[in-house]
């Protein structure tokens, strides 16, 4: 089991290059050089993949590295309630908010509208237009965070309809009303887009003034340009994680701005039906089938193919230390205030190390 994922561009095949243009840097005067640190560094974990503890526990992650944790690991159901998203993480949950806590960290969990195998957006309608239910989730969701030792709550409602834009920017609005009253902070998890309103659903339901405004952050899934949906290509070529940005800074306060960068990536069998991976599992197998990643320097991601035993040619891009690097090096230009990693578990080692400097004024 996994995060589902959503496509939001076209992407190019595996094997086309993303042309010769690289990173130049942003359009724009900044007034803060590279020099300036990440002040917010939070990493996601879920609890249906357990090597998130061995991240933990051997000590990979700390709050050098880090500084926020966000597990995955509740829903809303139609009354406005807050539930636990699955059985793994209901049982899961103690752990994680032991393990996270005694390291440290800031935790905000998150709370999506995935259930039943997809982003329920009907769900998500049904509690911004029923009075009685808006109330009830706007009243659970704070309950909940009340009632927990942690530093707020990680809204991750996606995939929404269009039609529900300025019904969703009031919630946002309501809700840090109330979470603030109780000093609690609210983040509030976005696709990626390069205008407004978007050119999809999800993104135009999202807007990103709106919802920058009340909420303490505003996180911006900056990958899955490629998806297990689409045909084989990099889930985070810099030259369009760059649009994304330079858009988002002119619609959110910077301080309050995290890119969101990937440690994970997909494995396509003939050009389609891609399965997510994390960045151990890529290595594994490479390792097996006696491959060398390729770096492409368009995107600034590594990639490589492979045949299996049944004549399948796969193609796999992912993301590692040295992709991380190039983003957190455009956060920097851009004066944000952070990034989130999606996610914890299988993930390069180096990244911690590449987090840390980050957080390091100079680093």
Known sequence: MRRP???????????????????????????????????????????????WMATMQQGKVDNGALTELSPVLYQPDETGQVIYASPEAQSAA???????????????PSISNYRDGRWDSGLIHHLLTDSVARAAHIAAISTL?????????????????????????????????????AHKRLSVTVHAKTSEPGDWSGAKAEDWRALGAPADQIRV?????????TAPGPIAPLPWVERVQRFAVSEIPRAKLLLGVGAYGYDWT???????????????IAQEHAVVPVWDVSSEAPWFTYTDGHAGRHS????????????VDLERQYEAAGVFVWRLGGEDPAVWDTLRRAGQVGG
């Open 94 to 108: 103690p752990d994680i908010e032991t393990q996270t806590l005694s390291h440290g960290f800031a935790l905000l």
């Open 145 to 181: 965070a009340q009632s927990h030792p942690w530093a707020g709550v990680d809204l991750d409602h996606k995939s929404l309809r269009s039609a529900d834009r300025n019904a969703y920017g009031a919630f946002i609005r309501d809700l840090s009303d109330v979470l603030h009253q």
């Open 270 to 284: 003939n050009g389609h039906n891609g399965t997510s991976l994390q960045w151990a599992d890529a290595e594994r």
């Open 316 to 327: 796999v891009w992912h993301e590692n230390a040295r992709s991380l690097q190039a983003k």
């Open 221 to 229: 899934m900056a990958y899955d340009y490629a998806t297990e949906q």
């Open 5 to 51: 994922t959503i496509g939001i561009l076209a992407v190019l095949v595996a094997t086309m290059s993303l042309g010769s243009c690289g990173l130049s840097g942003p359009s724009h005067q900044t007034n803060q050089s590279r020099s300036g640190k990440l002040s917010i560094r939070v990493g996601y974990l879920v609890p249906w993949d357990a090597r």
